[in-house]
């Protein structure tokens, strides 16, 4: 089985038994994720816009609350987007990466100790980011977007295979 198949194997499990709700909404889905988690959910835009080295999304837990920050100014679609990757990581109860506390120097004043995880959308290269993307992709699917795109055949599927990526975005 591709790394890919196992990683959408890997998503669908994970989501089983967790129904988007229909009709969608980005605030119907929170609701839900809030009701599913047990806690309170808010949604924030980023205070800049348009920094290419800075994360698009961010995703703060508190000791009482989860915090996902969007991207001020991008559109509507982009918004979800991020919104619905920084989701997955919470489905996913993914956690920082040994090392990456440093990014806790981008919450200004806020208590380190009163942060207890904080994960950023800036790549995608590491198996969390590909579980998050995977999973907000089947949100999208079961919400009746579009479909999670297939591994492409032939030449770009060899290539897929070979520098271990998920499949096409």
Same mark, same amino acid.
Do not use: K
């Given at each position: ?11 669908? $499990?994970? /989501? ?10 980005? $605030?119907?889905?929170?609701?839900? #994720?809030? @009701? ?6 808010? /949604? ?20 009482? @609350? ?9 559109? @509507? ?8 990757? $920084? *989701? ?10 040994? %090392? ?6 981008? /919450? ?23 579980? @998050?993307?995977? #999973?907000?992709?089947?949100?999208? $699917? ?11 055949? %032939?030449?770009?599927? #060899? *290539?897929?295979? #070979? ?7």
């Amino acid at each position: 089985m591709t790394r890919w198949r196992r990683l959408r194997r890997r998503s669908r $499990e994970l /989501l089983a038994g967790f129904e988007v709700p229909q009709p969608f909404s980005v $605030e119907a889905l929170c609701a839900r #994720v809030s @009701a599913h988690r047990g806690r309170d959910l808010h /949604l924030h835009p980023l205070p800049y816009t348009g920094a290419a080295d800075l994360p698009c999304g961010l995703w703060v837990s508190t000791a009482g @609350a989860d915090h996902i920050f969007h991207a001020r100014g991008a559109s @509507a679609l982009h918004q979800q987007n991020i919104i619905l990757h $920084e *989701i997955g990581h919470m489905l996913c109860d993914h956690t920082l990466a040994n %090392g990456d506390n440093g990014l806790l120097a981008l /919450l200004g004043d806020l208590d380190p100790a009163m942060v207890r995880r904080v994960l950023m959308r800036t790549r995608y290269s590491t198996p969390e980011e590909q579980e @998050a993307e995977m #999973v907000a992709a089947l949100i999208r $699917e079961q919400a009746g977007w579009s479909a999670v795109p297939a591994r492409p055949d %032939g030449v770009l599927g #060899v *290539i897929d295979e #070979v520098f271990g990526l998920p499949g096409n975005r």
